[in-house]
T-cell receptor, first 113, second 115 residues
């Protein structure tokens, strides 16, 4: 079974600054995917970024990028130029071959003006 | 033009009742899921289903059952509701391809309150 750990229950950042959210996971599988999902107060789950484990290059999506360290089983999310709309819960998730996701406990991010 | 839609968005019901939550996806995906998010925001997979296979998380009580009338729908039936069933339930879907699965697309969630 997989486990996903997010060690930061809450974080805050000033608007326009950069913040990094941490995630570690444990698995014995070799073929898997990692995701960051955002859940704003509307409770909709929104995909932020996706990383395939076989890819060495870190994924980027506009202001969002990841630092994927496969040997260390670490998958952190960096948000650059933080915006007020980034305020949300962020969930790290592990996806196996069947794409059944195992989620971390979440990090509540507050972007302050 | 919602990709994954759930109804109802809110459901309040009494202990002991039986209820259903409906889910429909218009993405043409072949796999659908149900997740439960508890009051502490923990998200946990309940079921994974495609036209070939149902995978049940072993921790899910058998009072919960998924029903799929067709590939685009996966409804969640809950019998004999208990207070502890109060949570937000999310439906999701994804598609298998040669490279694996697409990412999961989620519905907007159904907040179930058992009183």
């Amino acid at each position: 079974a997989q486990t996903v750990t997010q060690s930061q229950p809450e974080m805050s950042v000033q608007e326009a600054e950069t913040v990094t959210l941490s995630c570690t996971y444990d698995t014995s599988e070799s073929n898997y995917y990692l995701f960051w999902y955002k859940q704003p107060p509307s409770r909709q789950m929104i995909l932020v970024i996706r990383q395939e484990a076989y890819k060495q290059q870190n994924a980027t999506e506009n202001r969002f990028s990841v630092n994927f360290q496969k040997a260390a089983k670490s998958f952190s999310l960096k948000i650059s130029d933080s915006q007020l709309g980034d305020t949300a819960m962020y969930f790290c998730a592990f996806g196996n071959a069947g794409n059944m996701l195992t989620f971390g406990g979440g990090t509540r991010l507050m972007v302050k003006p | 033009d919602t990709a994954v839609s759930q109804t109802p968005k809110y459901l309040v019901t009494q202990m002991g009742n039986d209820k259903s939550i409906k889910c429909e996806q218009n993405l043409g995906h072949d796999t659908m899921y149900w997740y439960k998010q508890d009051s502490k925001k923990f998200l946990k997979i309940m079921f994974s289903y495609n036209n070939k296979e149902l995978i049940i998380n072993e921790t899910v009580p058998n009072r919960f059952s998924p029903k799929s009338p067709d590939k685009a729908h996966l409804n969640l039936h809950i019998n004999s509701l208990e207070l502890g069933d109060s949570a937000v339930y999310f439906c999701a879907s994804s598609q298998v391809w040669t490279g694996g699965h697409t990412e999961a697309f989620f519905g907007q969630g159904t907040r179930l309150t058992v009183v």
